[in-house]
C-alpha cells in the first residue's frame, strides 16, 4: 500500500480552523476507486497550520504528497516539499488549488520548484484519479509536469459534467477522519464550507476566477442540503459557502437559505451561514437577505462596488456593477432594517488618491455610516490582471508582503507566506498609494469604528463641514502634530508600513491582553484608545474648536454625544445622559439644531473584558455596527 498525504494548511483564527475543503474534494472523489482503494491508503491529513518542523517529523515513507496551495499556505508548502523531496527523492509532490501558477504562466516554475513534480490546473477531481492511476503524465490532460526541471504543458482538461453527484467529504466519512485527529490533537472548532454552485458568468480582472473556463455555472443544492444537516450534527456553529454568487440563481438559492434556516431552527446549527452575494442585484437577493436577518444567521448585504471610477471599472472589466444604485440600495436595506456593507479596493488600476478619496467620503454623503470594507489590491497569480501585457499597460508595480489576514493566531511565529501588493499605477504614484493607505486607515478606524462617526456628522448637519475636508483635515492634523495621541498612532502604522513592505514584519498588531492573535491595524488603534479615549478627546476638542472656529458649548456637546454613542468595555450598560443641544435629533431624525435640553439613555452589552470586546465589536460586529450603543 503507498502512502498519501493531503495538504490543505489553513490559519488557525482564535480557536477556529476550516476543514480541509478542497482536498476533502478530492479525497472524496477517488478514495473509493477500487484500484486506489487497493493501493493507496491515507496515512495523514494536515489542515492546520504548525512549525514547518512538526509536519515534516509526523510524515513518514510518503509516496504521494498533495497540496492545496493558496496565498496563506505557498511558502509553509514548498517548505514542507521540498524537505521531504530531498528525504524520500522517490516520493511524488503534486501542486493544486488557487496559487500554483495556469499552465500558460508555468515557465521557469520547475526550475525554481524543482522538487515539484505535478502541477493540476483548474479542477482537480478526474486529474487526480488519473495520477493515482499511475496513468502515464503525457496522457494526462490538466497538467504541467517536471521534465529534467524543465515544463511540460498538456492540454487543457474540460470541466466535470457536474458537481452534484460528485461524493462528499461531509458524507462519506472523510470529515469523520478529519474530526476524529482533531479530537485526539489540538480540539480546534471547525469552521465548514460548503459549494452550492461552482462557476461565475463575470470576468473582473482581479480575480482568480475571472476565468472564462469558470464561466457557466454548476450547482449541487440538493447535496448542499444534505451536508447542511451533517454540520448540524455535529454543531458546528460558522458555514461558509464558496457559492461566488449567492442569489443569482434565485429560485434554488432561496430554496437552500430556508433549508438551512429550518436546520438551524430545528438544531441552533449552523449559527451562521457565510456568502458572498450576486453582484449587482441587491433587489434580487433582498428576499433572501430578510430571512436570513429574521433568523439571525446572516451579518450584513454586501455592496461590491470596488470603486466608483468609470475608468477603473472599464479597465478591471467589472461592468456588472453600477455605483448610482448606491443610495438605492441602502435606502431598500434600512426600510428593512437589513445591515449593509460596502466593498471597495484601493490600488486598482486607473485609480487616483483623489478619486478614491471622493469614492470614499462619496458613500458617507450619501447617509451611510455602517461599515465599509476597503481591501487592498493584491497580484493573485492566476489573475488576468497579472499578466504582463495587463500589467505593462496599466503601470502596474508591486511588492511582496505577507498576507493581510486579521485575527490569525501566533502570527509572529508563522513561515512568512508573500503576495503581491499594488504599490503604484500609472495614475497613482508609491508617496499616493501610501498615502490612500492611511485615509484608509482613518476613515475605517475613525468613521466606520467609531470614534469620530458622530464628530463628523454633527459638524455636517450644523455647520455643513463635508466628510472629505473634515477627514483629509484630520489627515493633516496627524502629519502636522506628531506628539498628538492620534499622531502618535499615524506615525505608528506609517513606520509598520514601511517594515511591512520590506517584508520586516506582519500586517495588523497583537494587543497584550487581548488575544494573541492579529488584529487590523483600525481595530487596532480602536482597542489602544480604550484606555487613552480622555486624551484623545480632550485634543480632538482643542484642534477642532481652533480649526472650525465653534462655539465650546456645542462642540462640548458633540464630544460628550460622540462618547455616549461609542460603545465602551469600561461602561455599565444602560447608561443616561444629559445634553444642552439636541445633536441626537439633528443626526439620527435630522431635525433642526436648537439648544434643547434633552436627556438620552443608550443600550449596549457588557463585557467581561476587552478581549472579549474587541472580539464580538470590532471583529465579529463591525459590518453590522456593533461599535454604536443603542439609543432607547
Known amino acids: 500500500m503507498k502512502n498519501i498525504y493531503l495538504f490543505e494548511l489553513s490559519d488557525v483564527f482564535a480557536d477556529q480552523v476550516y476543514l480541509p475543503y478542497s482536498s476533502g474534494v478530492v479525497w472524496s472523489y477517488v478514495k473509493n476507486n477500487p484500484y486506489i482503494k487497493d493501493n493507496y491508503i491515507l496515512a495523514d491529513w494536515f489542515f492546520a497550520r504548525e512549525e514547518a518542523e512538526d509536519i515534516i517529523a509526523k510524515i513518514k515513507n510518503p509516496d504521494i504528497l498533495l497540496f492545496s496551495c493558496f496565498m ?33 504562466r508555468a515557465k521557469g516554475f520547475f526550475q525554481e520548484h524543482p522538487y515539484v513534480d505535478i502541477l493540476i490546473h483548474t479542477e482537480g477531481e478526474e486529474t487526480i484519479k488519473e495520477i493515482l492511476y499511475e496513468k502515464p503524465c503525457e496522457e494526462i490532460k490538466g497538467i504541467t509536469y517536471n521534465v529534467d526541471n524543465k515544463e511540460v504543458k498538456n492540454p487543457p482538461r474540460v470541466r466535470l459534467d457536474g458537481i452534484h453527484d460528485n461524493p462528499s467529504p461531509f458524507l462519506d466519512g472523510s470529515y469523520d477522519w478529519v474530526m476524529e485527529k482533531n479530537k485526539r490533537e489540538k480540539n480546534y472548532n471547525f469552521h465548514a464550507t460548503v459549494e452550492s454552485a461552482r462557476g461565475c458568468p463575470f470576468s473582473c480582472a482581479f480575480c482568480e476566477i475571472g476565468d472564462k473556463y469558470y464561466q457557466k455555472i454548476k450547482t449541487s443544492y440538493e447535496k448542499t442540503k444534505r451536508e447542511i444537516d451533517w454540520i448540524a450534527k455535529n454543531k458546528i456553529e460558522y458555514v461558509t459557502d464558496a457559492n461566488s454568487n449567492f442569489g443569482i440563481l434565485f429560485d434554488t438559492d432561496y430554496d437552500l437559505a430556508e433549508y438551512v434556516v429550518k436546520v438551524k431552527e430545528e438544531t441552533g446549527y449552523p449559527q451562521a451561514f457565510r456568502v458572498t452575494w450576486a453582484k449587482g442585484q441587491a433587489d434580487k437577493v433582498l428576499k433572501i437577505a430578510k430571512l436570513f436577518e429574521k433568523h439571525d444567521i446572516q451579518k450584513g448585504m454586501t455592496i461590491a462596488l470596488q470603486s466608483f471610477n468609470p475608468d477603473v471599472l472599464k479597465a478591471v472589466k467589472r461592468k456588472n456593477v453600477h455605483s448610482g444604485k448606491l443610495k438605492e440600495f441602502i435606502d431598500m436595506y434600512e426600510k428593512e432594517n ?202 480632538m476638542s482643542e484642534y477642532l474648536e481652533t480649526k472650525y472656529d465653534m462655539d465650546k458649548s456645542v462642540l462640548n456637546d458633540i464630544i460628550r454625544y460622540q462618547k455616549f454613542r461609542l460603545h465602551d468595555p469600561n461602561i455599565q450598560y444602560p447608561l ?57
Not at 511558502?75 to 530531498?86: G, M, R, S
Not at 520590506?502 to 488575544?515: A, L
Request: net charge neutral.
Open 72 to 104: 496563506w499556505n505557498w511558502n509553509l508548502n514548498c517548505q514542507i516539499a521540498k524537505t521531504i523531496k530531498e528525504k524520500y527523492p522517490s516520493c511524488k509532490i503534486i501542486y493544486g488549488g488557487q496559487h500554483q501558477p495556469l499552465a500558460d
Open 338 to 539: 437589513i445591515a449593509s456593507y460596502v466593498e471597495l479596493i484601493w490600488g486598482l488600476p486607473e485609480e487616483t488618491v483623489d478619486s478614491f478619496i471622493d469614492g470614499v467620503t462619496y458613500i458617507m454623503e450619501e447617509g451611510y455610516h455602517t461599515y465599509l470594507d476597503i481591501h487592498l489590491m493584491m497580484l493573485l497569480p492566476n489573475a488576468p490582471i497579472n499578466e504582463p501585457g495587463y500589467k505593462d499597460q496599466f503601470g502596474i508595480k508591486s511588492v511582496n508582503a505577507q498576507p493581510r489576514f486579521s485575527h490569525r493566531s501566533n502570527p509572529e511565529n508563522l513561515v512568512d507566506d508573500l503576495v503581491s501588493f499594488v504599490t503604484a499605477t500609472r495614475k497613482c504614484s508609491h508617496e499616493d498609494w501610501i498615502k490612500g493607505h492611511q485615509f484608509r486607515w482613518l476613515v475605517i478606524f475613525g468613521h466606520y469604528l467609531g470614534p469620530l462617526q458622530f464628530i463628523s456628522r454633527a459638524l455636517k448637519k450644523i455647520y455643513d463641514i463635508n466628510y472629505k475636508d473634515f477627514y483629509t483635515d484630520i489627515l493633516s492634523y496627524c502629519e502636522k502634530y506628531p506628539n498628538t495621541y492620534l499622531g502618535r498612532e499615524y506615525l505608528t502604522i506609517k513606520n509598520n508600513l514601511t517594515k511591512i513592505l520590506k517584508n520586516e514584519r506582519h500586517w495588523g498588531d497583537v494587543i497584550p491582553g487581548c488575544g494573541n492573535i492579529n488584529w487590523e491595524v483600525d481595530e487596532a488603534t480602536c482597542i489602544r484608545l480604550v484606555n487613552g479615549k480622555d486624551i484623545f478627546y480632550k485634543e
Open 576 to 632: 443616561t445622559e444629559s445634553f444642552d443641544y439636541n445633536i441626537h435629533d439633528v443626526i439620527e431624525n435630522n431635525k433642526k439644531f436648537t439648544d434643547k435640553k434633552n436627556t438620552q439613555t443608550c443600550d449596549g452589552k457588557n463585557y467581561k473584558d476587552i478581549y472579549e470586546w474587541a472580539k464580538f465589536t470590532l471583529w465579529f460586529g463591525r459590518r453590522i455596527a456593533r461599535y454604536k450603543t443603542r439609543v432607547k
